[in-house]
């Protein structure tokens, strides 16, 4: 759960985990209701890198593209 400025909660659910180069750990999380991802660290604190949490998520999505199962070939 993450409450926002506003003083509303959201509840987010961990899709992935990522580790860099340094083996610094993350969590990928994603809220269906409010339809975003967010970025924690391996103690469940949200990033406060910006720049950090897009480029962990850019390399959620490769990796996630990458392990999705080929689509169905439609031509015929």
Same mark, same amino acid.
């Given at each position: 759960?993450? *409450?926002?400025?506003?003083?509303?909660?959201? *509840?987010?659910?961990?899709?992935?985990?990522? =580790?860099?180069?340094?083996?610094?750990?993350?969590?990928?999380?994603?809220? =269906?209701?409010?339809? *975003?991802?967010?970025?924690?660290?391996?103690?469940?604190?949200?990033?406060?890198?910006? !720049?950090?949490?897009? =480029?962990?998520?850019? !390399?959620?999505?490769?990796?996630?593209? =990458?392990?999705?199962?080929? *689509?169905?070939?439609?031509?015929?």
């Amino acid at each position: 759960m993450i *409450e926002t400025n506003d003083g509303q909660s959201l *509840e987010f659910e961990v899709v992935g985990l990522v =580790e860099d180069d340094e083996k610094n750990a993350y969590a990928v999380c994603y809220s =269906e209701s409010a339809d *975003e991802f967010v970025v924690t660290d391996d103690a469940g604190t949200l990033l406060d890198d910006d !720049d950090l949490a897009q =480029e962990i998520l850019d !390399d959620f999505f490769v990796l996630a593209e =990458e392990a999705a199962p080929p *689509e169905p070939d439609t031509e015929k």
